[in-house]
C-alpha cells in the first residue's frame, strides 16, 4: 500500500498533462499512487498519459462530469495514508511531498499540511508571487476571511479526514476547494511549509477566468460556512467579502481587455469598497483601478496598449 495517493482530474489538457505528472514523477519520495481521473476529454490527453510507463499511474475514464465529482472519484480508489490533489496544468516543486509529509509527521495533531504558491503563465514562465500566508493550528477563522491556501493544487491531507468529511461538495461549480479547506479547518489543525512548492498555471480557460460562476460559488460556500458554524461570523463575513470582491476586480482586469470585462470590474470594485471599513486607507488602489476601468471602457481598443505594462496583483 503507497504512503502517497495523488490525484488528477484531467479534462482536454493535452497541452500541459506531460508537465504535471512530470512533476510527480520527479518528486523526491517516491512511494505512492498516481490516479488520473480522466473527465471526458475529447483531445489527445489519453494518449499523452498512455506515453508514461510507470507502474505506478492508474488511469480510470469517465464521461464529464467536472473538476470535484472527478476529485471525489479519485479520492474513492485512493489507499494511501496521505491524499493530495493536482490540477492538470499546475506544477509541483521536486520536494512538495516531501516536505509537506515531514511537516505532518512534526505535528501529529494537524491533517492538513500546505505550502506557498507562485503563478505562471501558459508557457511555464512566473508571473507573479501568491500571498505566502503562513498559519499554523486552527487557521479557520483566517482561512474564511481569505484562501490563502489559493488553489485545489496545494495541501497533502490525511485521506481518514478527508473521508470523514465527504469529499468535495459536488453541487458547487467553483470554489469547491475553499470550501473543502473550510470544511477541513473546522475540524482539524493546518501546519504551514514556508515555501514556493506549487507553481499555479493562468490560461485563458482556467475555471477561475468564469468569474460570474465563480463569484456565486464563493458566496455560496461563505453563506454555507456562516451558517453551520456554531460561532457569530457576521464579523469576518464582510472582510471576507471585501477580499474576494478584490480578487474579482482584479481577476476582471487581466487581459484580455475589452468593455464588457471593464464593466464587471466596475461592479466588482463598486462591491469592494461598499464592504471595505478601511476604504479610505486604499484610495490609492481604488484610484488606480478606477483608471484602469475607465480606460477599458471608453477605449475598448487602445486599452491592452495602453494597460499592456501594468500589473495587477491578484
Excluded at 141 to 154: K, Y
Excluded at 180 to 204: C, D, E, K
Excluded at 295 to 309: D, G, M, R, V
Aim: proline share 2%; hydrophobic share 40%; with cysteine.
Amino acid at each position: 500500500m503507497p504512503l502517497f495517493s495523488i490525484v488528477i482530474p484531467t479534462y482536454n489538457s493535452e497541452k500541459t498533462i506531460r508537465q504535471t505528472i512530470e512533476s510527480v514523477l520527479k518528486q523526491t519520495f517516491s512511494d505512492f499512487e498516481l490516479i488520473i481521473i480522466n473527465d471526458g476529454s475529447t483531445d489527445s490527453t489519453l494518449e499523452v498519459i498512455s506515453e508514461f510507463q510507470d507502474s505506478r499511474i492508474k488511469i480510470f475514464s469517465f464521461e464529464n462530469a467536472g473538476g470535484n465529482v472527478s476529485r471525489n472519484r479519485g479520492l474513492e480508489r485512493a489507499t494511501g495514508e496521505f491524499v493530495s490533489f493536482l490540477d492538470a496544468d499546475d506544477l509541483w516543486t521536486f520536494d512538495k511531498l516531501e516536505s509537506q509529509l515531514n511537516a505532518l509527521k512534526a505535528n501529529p495533531q494537524a491533517a492538513v499540511a500546505y505550502s506557498w504558491t507562485d503563478y505562471i503563465d501558459e508557457q511555464g514562465k512566473f508571473l507573479l508571487s501568491g500571498t505566502h500566508i503562513t498559519a499554523n493550528g486552527n487557521v479557520y477563522e483566517q482561512l474564511l476571511i481569505s484562501n490563502f491556501l489559493e488553489n485545489g493544487s496545494n495541501p497533502l491531507i490525511r485521506r481518514k479526514a478527508l473521508l470523514e468529511l465527504g469529499g468535495f461538495d459536488e453541487h458547487l461549480t467553483a470554489a469547491q476547494d475553499w470550501d473543502m479547506w473550510l470544511r477541513l479547518a473546522q475540524n482539524f489543525n493546518f501546519i504551514a511549509v514556508p515555501r514556493v512548492q506549487i507553481l499555479y498555471r493562468i490560461s485563458a480557460n482556467s475555471l477561475s477566468t468564469n468569474l460570474a460562476r465563480q463569484e456565486k460559488a464563493s458566496l455560496q460556500v461563505l453563506d454555507k460556512a456562516c451558517s453551520t458554524n456554531t460561532q457569530d461570523l457576521n464579523h469576518l463575513r464582510r472582510k471576507s467579502l471585501t477580499n474576494l470582491y478584490k480578487y474579482l476586480t482584479c481577476k476582471a482586469l487581466q487581459q484580455p481587455f475589452n468593455r464588457k470585462k471593464g464593466l464587471v470590474a466596475a461592479r466588482f470594485l463598486w462591491k469592494y469598497i461598499f464592504n471595505d471599513s478601511s476604504r479610505f486607507n486604499h484610495t490609492h488602489l481604488i484610484l488606480k483601478l478606477l483608471l484602469k476601468i475607465a480606460l477599458i471602457i471608453i477605449f475598448p481598443s487602445l486599452s491592452t496598449a495602453l494597460l499592456n505594462q501594468t500589473k495587477t496583483k491578484l
